[in-house]
């Protein structure tokens, strides 16, 4: 399957641990998209990488949140301290753009669902 | 991005035709209208877009009305694996428009 994987599916933290999730694009995407989706919503854009480069944080991502991707292939979505509150689906979408983007498909992965006791 | 209005539910019975529709009426000229769809416990899938004439793909159909103010996505023989939340998304292409911008979307149920 050559999709948009995430790891792990699911996982129970109690509230003040940290976590760290994995994200692993469609190989040549040069694009990856982090969102978060709470129950009966619909997801919601936390930031975006171009290649390596973060070049968009929205302002869900409290500074208690940290994405990274280090060679423009993988990325991780670090939550430290953990609430309550950030129990939700973390999704992660991946797209190839070419020049100004005139056309840009997200794929997404099945996502993490996180669940803070 | 425009914004985009939505029935929160639909029924349909397995073998018939869906139709949802999308209400957008302050798209402007150079706005896309994108669907996506999100199956229980999975993440979202592309379905189809177009910015003003109708498309078909091997998924669906598009149609978007004269004056583009709303679209309906036709599902032409919807199955029990078409259950799922529909999102309606309009957005320009390129520049710094990177993010989709989903709103709640419709329940599709596809009874027996």
């Known amino acids: 399957d050559t999709g948009v994987s995430q790891d792990p599916r699911h996982k129970i933290t109690k509230r003040g641990q940290n976590v760290t999730f994995r994200c692993d694009p469609i190989s040549e995407h040069n694009r990856l998209y982090w969102y978060r989706q709470t129950l009966g919503q619909g997801p919601e854009f936390l930031t975006y990488f171009q290649n390596e480069a973060q070049l968009e944080k929205s302002r869900l991502l409290s500074d208690r949140f940290s994405a990274e991707r280090p060679k423009g292939s993988f990325s991780t979505l670090e939550i430290q301290r953990t609430e309550q509150g950030d129990s939700a689906m973390y999704l992660c979408?991946?797209?190839?753009?070419f020049g100004e983007g005139l056309y840009n498909e997200q794929f997404f992965g099945p996502g993490t669902r996180l669940t803070v006791l | 991005d425009a914004k985009t209005t939505q029935p929160t539910s639909m029924d349909c019975a397995e073998g018939r035709a869906a139709n949802l529709p999308c209400n957008h009426s302050t798209i402007s000229g150079n706005e896309y209208v994108y669907w996506y769809r999100q199956i229980h416990s999975q993440g979202p899938q592309y379905i189809i877009h177009?910015?003003?004439n109708n498309e078909t793909n091997e998924m669906a159909s598009l149609i978007i009305t004269e004056d583009r103010k709303s679209s309906t996505l036709i599902l032409p023989h919807a199955t029990l694996r078409d259950t799922a939340v529909y999102y309606c998304i309009v957005r320009v292409h390129g520049g710094s428009n990177y993010k989709l911008t989903f709103g709640k979307g419709t329940l599709l149920t596809v009874n027996p």
């Open positions: 177009g910015l003003k």
């Open positions: 979408a991946s797209s190839l753009v």
